[in-house]
């Protein structure tokens, strides 16, 4: 409660000190409001990266049992020994021009 005996220099002093007070709130809470909506936004930002890397994720994924169906599908075929050593002969040719990029490298 303001000392009614002060006078109206108090009353002014009070108001100018609330006044003060009050902006530097106000600055206070514009500072948190920027950084709550920078988070959403970087909050947004790291949901679509998710979802896209999701998708991608999920296509990689189809597109490897697409190819291990096919792969099953070309082994039960009339020719398994054929095709066995076609794919033997693939993988061992992947891993040497592998081996020689590596020693290349």
Known sequence: RP?????????RLLESQNDDALSSLHSKI???KNVTINIHDDVVSQNR???N???????AMTRTKNSMSKLK???S????????TI????VLLFFLVWILWRQAG
């Not at 000392?3 to 009353?11: H, L, Q, V, Y």
């Not at 794919?87 to 693939?90: K, L, Q, S």
Request: glycine share 6%; aromatic share 6%.
């Open 3 to 11: 000392n009614r005996d002060a006078g109206p220099s108090s009353e």
């Open 53 to 59: 890397m999701e998708n991608s994720f999920d296509s």
């Open 77 to 84: 075929v009339r020719y398994h020994r054929n095709t066995c």
């Open 30 to 32: 514009s500072a948190i």
């Open 73 to 75: 599908h070309m082994m």
């Open 87 to 90: 794919v033997g002969i693939a």
């Open 49 to 51: 990266l998710l979802d």
